[in-house]
DNA sequence: GCTGATTTTCAATTCTTTTTGAAAATATTT
DNA sequence: AAATATTTTCAAAAAGAATTGAAAATCAGC
């Protein structure tokens, strides 16, 4: 899965280890057991880490670093939509609305008469950025809602869906 | 956008300038605005019909072939919602499978009055495997509807999820 | 079935990303 | 603050993915 979800293997691999891992973990249990070196281990963790999907976890009596995953898999995906949403998403959206207001700024003032073949060409052009536009405004409205409603409620809301076939 | 969303560059590149243009465009066009060879014009054609994105248009009186894009966002949605769950979620789900199988296979028969720690662990890892399984059933369930509503229907359904905050 | 136009294929190359490993930095204990 | 344990960094190497270009295959009309 790791390639078709643009994070390296490591990072699946540590993330999924963690996540069927009854205890916590260390560098260097991961080191041994998906046989990666060190550096490796560090900044994978660390990518985790910033994606907020695991956590540190300190021992008592124990120098080293300690991982573990969230483990309740709705929290995990409002944890994971919210990142892209930041990631994706809104830099999308935002290079849209710079295309728009360059297209917007060629295309001619209020309708001439004959509509001439080339202004007709950029109308068209317009109107595709827009519907695209208003279609990630969507995904994004839509992101913020599941993103903020409880377990319960994200549950719900998936239930409405299923219903509305 | 395209390397997080696991395509390359130029089927981007591709895709966007079919989506964008108002007349179908031929494999020459492509390399001319895109300044990509033709062979890479060839696979990334080629990668976007299989995703069912793109289609051929043959024009009367010429030889070469010509391509355009879908230009309804909600159907586009729908086109790479269903290879997705081809492509991604399935395999996924059938892998996942298989290791509930594997892990309930090795899980010991019902309840032994004192459970002990190994068995303790291995009905946790059960119980990880079945969160993960079900969720990913939920989404599943979910594309299924998402993708075969119809335009007013998914937007429906998408106004429903903003109202269940 | 021949000819010329067009498209596809694929080994070699280039470009990108990931991983390594050892040095540097940081933290902990005595 | 020295000694030791642990983590981070990053240049170099390896692995992986995309692209090229030219040969091979396909196709359309004669």
């Given at each position: 899965m790791a390639s078709s979800w643009g994070i390296s293997r490591s990072m699946a691999e540590v993330h999924a280890l963690l996540y069927l891992s009854d205890e916590t973990l260390n560098t260097d249990d991961m080191m041994s057991r998906l046989d990666i070196s060190r550096g490796s281990a560090s900044m994978t963790l660390r990518s985790l880490l910033d994606w907020g999907v695991i956590s540190r976890v300190h021992r008592r009596g124990d120098r080293k670093e300690y991982f573990s995953a969230e483990q309740d898999v709705w929290k995990l995906f409002r944890t994971i939509l919210r990142e892209r949403k930041k990631r994706e998403i809104e830099p999308l959206l935002d290079e849209l609305l710079i295309c728009r207001d360059l297209s917007a700024m060629l295309n001619p003032g209020r309708?001439?008469?004959?509509?001439?073949p080339e202004a007709a060409r950029l109308k068209a052009l317009n109107d595709r950025l827009d519907n695209m536009i208003e279609f990630v405004e969507m995904i994004n409205s839509v992101s913020n809602h599941l993103m903020n409603s409880s377990g319960k409620g994200l549950e719900l809301a998936v239930k409405l869906i299923s219903k509305a076939s």
């Open positions: 309708k001439k008469r004959k509509l001439d």
